[in-house]
């Protein structure tokens, strides 16, 4: 896969976290959770940081919200998790970063929305409150245009600049304008209060792919600050990842964007970490960084007309995703390790054999065997009904993880395996 050019950016650090500059792409997401219940916002927080969300926002809307962000930062550091902390602002952000002093401390990065930071001369003034807050303290900020609360009064100057003289531009082209206009002034504003280049990141966001894809394109022609990628409402489900797959992974393939966000919808009572396993694929597709484990199966056909093989491939990937925390600690490389649950035999034993560790279900008719390879080598045969297939097949990745992988301590000597002891006796 040939490498892709990045656009040259400054680089920013949120707590430990560098966006920009040449650093890998960061992933970031944001709970959903009401902040001033501190128990349950640091518990999602941790929860997004071990699904691999690098960058974590929480909503800081009221003076009891501002009040729990110590505390929250606090649990995740009793935790062990130093996942940054973003405190995502509107309306009142100058009001609340300036009451709540500590909330002011404890937040890695500010997001400062500057199309409702405040009206005419109030807009200025309470933005740059927040700036100076920011340059006190020495945080970063994310100055975040959004289609859906854009500075209403520099569109109407802009409509009316378009009928005046006579240019002919579209309403969505005039919408396009107003957004990089107002991300690049803010950011002139910020610089004007204080605030480094190395402080600043900017994000143009809007709901349709198209636009989103032109207004990047544009923005990163016109600013070497760091740009933040996602469509501000991408959706549910599968309209919502592949919407986002459409237009941020054009502009990542492009070189454009430093971090990003697949905002999703989740359902009601949903898993939140489904919009960080997003992210995480779709740069881990653009070969742009690895993770995690990927897992190849097949998407069935008539040949495959049992459920054993999806439920297998359910069961493994969910099994290396809640394993990761754990693994990326103890092994080297582990990320990079490849599997295979395959259906039938027209492609099940070829695709097993590219992985590091594969196995190919039986098709309908076909002899009820399951031929396991390691390494492009078969391996055994596993026979049985789902849950002996999914307890054995679990144990050979468990011991492939502990053998193939340095570990990142002292190794355990004298360890015995069930694939060294298997390979002796062969």
Known sequence: MPVVQRHETVGVKAGHVQVGGGAPVVVQSMTNTDTVDVSSTARQCIELAQAGSELV????????????????????????????????????????????????????????NPGNVGKGKRRDE????????????GKPVRIGVNGGSLNQELVMRKMQENTDL????????IINECMILSALESTELALQC?????????????????????????????????????????????????????????????????????????????????????????LQALGLRQFAPSVTACPGCGRTTSTTFQEL??????????????WK???????????????CIVNGPGESKAANIGISLPGTGEEPSCPVYIDGQKFTTLKGNY??????????????????YPRRSASHAGAESVISRTQARS
């Open 57 to 112: 926002r929480v909503t800081v809307n009221v003076p009891e919200a501002a009040a729990a962000v110590p505390e929250i930062k606090k649990r995740l550091r009793d935790a062990g998790c130093d996942v940054p902390l973003i405190g995502d602002f509107h309306y009142n952000g100058h009001v609340l970063l300036t009451n709540y002093p500590a909330c002011a401390e404890a937040l890695d990065k500010y997001r400062i």
């Open 126 to 137: 309470q933005f740059a409150t927040i700036c100076k807050v920011a340059r006190d303290y």
């Open 166 to 173: 006579e240019l002919g531009h579209s309403s969505e082209e």
């Open 194 to 282: 204080g605030l480094r280049k190395d402080q600043i990141i900017i994000s143009c966001k809007v709901s349709r792919p198209r636009d989103l894809i032109a207004l990047y394109r544009e923005l990163a022609q016109k600013t070497d600050q760091p740009l933040h990628l996602g469509l501000t409402e991408a959706g549910m489900g599968v309209k919502g990842i592949v919407w986002t797959a459409a237009s941020v992974g054009i502009l990542l393939n492009e070189g454009i964007g430093d971090t990003i966000r697949v905002s999703l919808t989740p359902r009601p009572g949903g898993d939140r970490r489904e919009e960080v396993y997003a992210a995480l694929e779709l």
């Open 313 to 326: 491939a359910e069961r493994i990937q969910g099994y290396v995703r809640d394993k990761m925390p754990e």
């Open 329 to 343: 600690k103890q092994y080297e490389g582990v990320e990079n390790m490849t599997l295979a649950v395959m259906g």
């Open 387 to 404: 849950q002996e297939l999914s307890s054995a097949f679990q144990a050979l990745v468990d011991d492939y993880v502990a053998t193939k």
